[in-house]
């Protein structure tokens, strides 16, 4: 069979067994002629292609400016195009069987100085303090209880808007949190967010579920109000709404954590995150301490 057959064979397998979707096939379609074409160019087949030749068509990518992610789906079509070959029996080996998958390097998250933390609780305080009408006084209160809630545990923010009242726990000291998966952890809360908790708990109905209800359908405030009202506080505050997002409280309350000598380890766990390499995203925040204290205290430092 040629190349082109061998694809379509493949393409057809995607439809038909694994009811891939019509763009995916025209993605894979495309893919796998360029790799096709490279292929050939190095005088070889797609029933005799080596390791080699896949690692520098992978090459070739990455020099034409492609993204590693982009690269890395490319490989991903490759790879099952070769599985699929292997499994009908028109070649004994898979090339890609060790070829590792290219790399993005993760972006550093967005994080807010503490300054600007305390900044935004203390404009959220006010606005919750001040006189007003009762509906905005309450839209003002949730906003302070849901800034203190989410600095003070880094939730995220599909966990703290679904809250329910029953997951405070020891007169406000501790949270029980879902997460994915349905994992719970415990949560502890600082004097701050447990004192504002118990006051804003007091304000609602004895038979309300959710610790911030509202009218919708799920019967708890959505994320996209929450982000909007927080933006809007950043306005108030004197800073820039597009630096200001609910994840970014939870980077905020991560990196700052770290900072201040927390193991990484507790943070993965106050986090919910299954593995420790997702906590280590911000172990840029413990490079940097490691370098002041060297520079500060190596008894070659200058001083």
Same mark, same amino acid.
């Given at each position: 069979?040629?190349?082109?057959?061998?694809?379509?064979?493949?393409?057809?397998?995607?439809?038909?067994?694994?009811?891939?979707?019509?763009?995916?096939?025209?993605?894979?379609?495309?893919?796998?002629?360029?790799?096709?074409?490279?292929?050939?160019? /190095?005088?070889?087949? @797609?029933? *005799?292609?080596? $390791? #080699?030749? %896949?690692? !520098?068509?992978?090459?070739? =990518?990455?020099? +034409?400016?492609?993204?590693?992610?982009?690269?890395?789906?490319?490989?991903?079509?490759?790879?099952?195009?070769?599985?699929?070959?292997?499994?009908?029996?028109?070649?004994?080996?898979?090339?890609?069987?060790?070829?590792?998958?290219?790399?993005?390097?993760?972006?550093?998250?967005?994080?807010?100085?503490?300054?600007?933390?305390?900044?935004?609780?203390?404009?959220?305080?006010?606005?919750?303090?001040?006189?007003?009408?009762?509906?905005?006084?309450?839209?003002?209160?949730?906003?302070?209880?849901?800034?203190?809630?989410?600095?003070?545990?880094?939730?995220?923010?599909?966990?703290?808007?679904?809250?329910?009242?029953?997951?405070?726990?020891?007169?406000?000291?501790?949270?029980?949190?879902?997460?994915?998966?349905?994992?719970? /952890?415990?949560?502890? @809360?600082? *004097?701050?967010? $447990? #004192?504002? %908790?118990? !006051?804003?708990?007091?304000? =609602?109905?004895? +038979?309300?579920?959710?610790?911030?209800?509202?009218?919708?359908?799920?019967?708890?405030?959505?994320?996209?109000?929450?982000?909007?009202?927080?933006?809007?506080?950043?306005?108030?505050?004197?800073?820039?709404?597009?630096?200001?997002?609910?994840?970014?409280?939870?980077?905020?309350?991560?990196?700052?954590?770290?900072?201040?000598?927390?193991?990484?380890?507790?943070?993965?766990?106050?986090?919910?995150?299954?593995?420790?390499?997702?906590?280590?995203?911000?172990?840029?925040?413990?490079?940097?301490?490691?370098?002041?204290?060297?520079?500060?205290?190596?008894?070659?430092?200058?001083?």
């Amino acid at each position: 069979m040629s190349g082109g057959h061998l694809i379509g064979a493949f393409l057809e397998m995607m439809s038909a067994e694994r009811g891939a979707a019509r763009n995916t096939i025209a993605a894979y379609r495309r893919d796998l002629a360029d790799y096709a074409g490279y292929v050939a160019g /190095r005088q070889q087949t @797609l029933l *005799d292609v080596n $390791r #080699d030749t %896949v690692n !520098a068509f992978l090459d070739r =990518l990455k020099h +034409d400016g492609l993204s590693a992610s982009s690269s890395a789906r490319r490989l991903s079509a490759i790879r099952q195009f070769h599985k699929f070959l292997c499994a009908d029996g028109m070649r004994g080996d898979d090339p890609t069987r060790i070829v590792p998958s290219p790399k993005s390097r993760r972006a550093l998250p967005k994080v807010l100085s503490l300054a600007e933390v305390d900044t935004l609780l203390t404009t959220a305080e006010t606005e919750a303090s001040k006189a007003a009408s009762p509906q905005k006084q309450a839209t003002a209160q949730r906003l302070y209880v849901l800034l203190e809630l989410l600095y003070a545990t880094g939730l995220r923010v599909s966990e703290l808007v679904s809250l329910r009242r029953s997951a405070v726990m020891r007169d406000a000291g501790f949270l029980t949190v879902v997460g994915k998966g349905s994992k719970e /952890r415990i949560v502890p @809360l600082n *004097d701050r967010a $447990r #004192d504002a %908790v118990k !006051a804003y708990a007091a304000t =609602l109905e004895k +038979d309300e579920v959710f610790l911030f209800p509202a009218a919708g359908a799920e019967g708890y405030l959505s994320r996209q109000v929450f982000a909007r009202d927080l933006k809007q506080l950043a306005m108030d505050a004197g800073i820039t709404p597009s630096r200001v997002a609910p994840h970014v409280l939870r980077h905020a309350f991560a990196s700052h954590l770290l900072a201040g000598g927390a193991d990484l380890r507790v943070v993965q766990m106050l986090l919910g995150h299954a593995d420790i390499s997702t906590t280590q995203i911000y172990t840029h925040v413990l490079d940097e301490k490691l370098r002041t204290l060297v520079e500060t205290h190596h008894p070659l430092a200058e001083g």
